[in-house]
């Protein structure tokens, strides 16, 4: 089992900035790819931007240019630094990681973007 912990949510104004952090812990050994989802009030999750271990990223065309993840494999985290945020980026935003065939995810931490 693999054990995911974000944290960093709140709220802000748009335009401003947030950085999310997911630890992992438990059996993560096997773990190729670590990324982020998020679920709008009213909405399916939806994908945010994922991270392989070699590197590779993916990002939602909504996010492209704003949003950065990243890992630190020393501290088994990933993390999704958040600049220029809008109102429309309000969700619920999940840490997720998937080990060979299974995808295992967080609990979820919520930011709101509002004046």
């Known amino acids: 089992q693999v054990h995911l912990v974000e944290s960093g949510g709140g709220l802000v104004q748009p335009g401003g900035s947030l950085r999310l952090s997911c630890a992992a812990s438990?059996?993560?050994?096997?773990?190729?790819?670590m990324g982020w989802y998020r679920q709008p009030p009213g909405k399916e999750r939806e994908l945010v931007a994922t991270?392989?271990?070699?590197?590779?990223?993916n990002y939602a065309d909504s996010v492209k240019g704003r949003f950065t993840v990243s890992r630190d494999n020393a501290k088994n985290s990933v993390y999704l630094q958040m600049n220029s945020l809008k109102p429309e980026d309000t969700a619920v935003y999940y840490c997720?990681?998937?080990?060979?065939?299974?995808?295992?995810w967080g609990q979820g931490t919520q930011v709101t973007v509002s004046s």
């Open positions: 997720y990681a998937v080990k060979y065939a299974y995808d295992y």
């Open positions: 438990g059996s993560i050994f096997g773990i190729n790819a």
């Open positions: 991270l392989t271990n070699g590197g590779r990223t």
